[in-house]
């Protein structure tokens, strides 16, 4: 089970942390330390927008155009935690994030992953 939490409301420029942390074992029995992590974003009206994703090491990361320089990802295993650090902030980036998992890193990216988290709110106020 993943539960993605640390959104809220922020000035424009500001910054936030999410976090996506998983619990429980999965169905395949393998620890949330062998999955890949991503990170996307739904605006009202609009479609669900990929936006970052990182291996089940922590050694490979890559980023949509939009967040790329703004937004990082990171992991902690330890505490089965993946984060996505967001700095300077926009009001076209209020959306509800989610954070989703795979044990295929590619299938993660496409959004296709096994488990996801119930979605946290952010809002950039201008």
């Known amino acids: 089970q993943l539960q993605a939490f640390g959104g809220g409301l922020v000035q424009a420029g500001g910054s936030l942390r999410l976090s996506c942390a998983a619990s429980g074992r999965a169905a395949s029995g393998h620890t949330f330390s062998t999955y890949a992590v991503a990170w996307f974003r739904q605006a009202p009206g609009k479609e669900r927008e990929f936006l970052a994703t990182?291996?089940?090491?922590?050694?490979?990361?890559y980023y949509a155009d939009s967040v790329k320089g703004r937004f990082t990802i990171s992991r902690d295993n330890g505490k089965n935690t993946v984060y996505l650090q967001m700095n300077s902030l926009k009001p076209e980036d209020t959306a509800v994030y989610y954070c989703?998992?795979?044990?295929?890193?590619?299938?993660?990216?496409?959004?296709?992953?096994?488990?996801w988290g119930q979605g946290t709110q952010v809002t950039v106020s201008s």
């Open positions: 990182i291996n089940w090491s922590g050694g490979y990361t």
């Open positions: 989703a998992a795979d044990l295929n890193r590619e299938l993660v990216f496409r959004g296709e992953g096994d488990y």
